[in-house]
């Protein structure tokens, strides 16, 4: 059906920055949205950015990083990036990525939800 893929994680000292990648491939007819989520250990998952396709592309970022942060979209590539500057201990989590489309199911098109295996980032201070 479809497949998420990350790269770009690491290591990075605080206040340095990183850039994440994210493609989606297969039976794509369409996305709608990609985002990136977040997940440290002991918490829940978390919204960090969030992307549709739509021309212009709207946008959506957790308070805690607006203004470090920015999400970007090819669509052409069905690939979303996520930069990260001004890493902070606090980002230290794995960051997963999440698209919503359409796709093509026999004659038909079907609508899914679908996860990356997710990327490991670690800010030291």
């Known amino acids: 059906q479809v497949q998420v893929m990350e790269s770009g994680g690491g290591l990075v000292q605080a206040g340095g920055s990183l850039r994440l990648s994210c493609v989606a491939s297969g039976r794509i007819f369409s996305i709608n949205a990609m985002g990136w989520y977040r997940q440290a250990p002991g918490k829940q998952r978390e919204l960090v950015a969030a992307i549709t396709s739509t021309s212009g592309g709207s946008t959506n970022y957790a308070d805690s990083v607006k203004g470090r942060f920015t999400i970007s979209r090819d669509n052409a590539k069905n690939t979303v990036y996520l930069q990260m500057n001004s890493l902070k201990p606090e980002d230290t989590a794995v960051y997963y990525c999440?698209?919503?489309?359409?796709?093509?199911?026999?004659?038909?098109?079907?609508?899914?939800?679908?996860w990356g295996q997710g990327t490991q980032v670690t800010v030291s201070s």
């Open positions: 999440n698209a919503d489309c359409a796709y093509i199911k026999g004659s038909s098109v079907a609508r899914g939800d679908y």
